[in-house]
Nanobody, 121 residues
Framework: QVQLVESGGGLVQAGGSLRLSCAAS????????MDWYRQAPGNQRELVAR???????NYADSVKGRFTISRDNAKNTVTLQMNSLKPEDTAVYYC???????????????WGQGTQVTVSS
């Protein structure tokens, strides 16, 4: 059984910073990409940032230059450093991992339970 557990959400004033962390545990053979998504009320879930096993990163245009994604492959963790936060960054943030449970098996996505980020103006 694979679990992804996020931590680090909370309430912050506009212009402030938060750091989200996500740890994947369980019987994992390998992890391809690790992502952060977010979903605000009434909106679709959107990809915020992605990092591959090789360290290649991609960001949503709305967070480029403010957010930084990083990962520790040895610990199966991914972190999202969020700076210069804006009220429009308010959302539930979800960690996702595309991983393989054993050699020869296909890739499967797993999701965390989400953590609330609220940015006040």
């Amino acid at each position: 059984q694979v679990q992804l557990v996020e931590s680090g959400g909370g309430l912050v004033q506009a212009g402030g910073s938060l750091r989200l962390s996500c740890a994947a545990s369980g019987s994992i053979f390998s992890i391809n990409s690790m992502d952060w998504y977010r979903q605000a009320p009434g909106n679709q879930r959107e990809l915020v940032a992605r990092i591959t096993s090789g360290g290649t990163t991609n960001y949503a245009d709305s967070v480029k230059g403010r957010f930084t994604i990083s990962r520790d492959n040895a610990k199966n963790t991914v972190t999202l450093q969020m700076n210069s936060l804006k009220p429009e960054d308010t959302a539930v943030y979800y960690c996702s991992a595309l991983l393989r449970l054993s050699a020869g098996r296909g890739l499967t996505s797993y999701w965390g339970q989400g953590t609330q980020v609220t940015v006040s103006s």
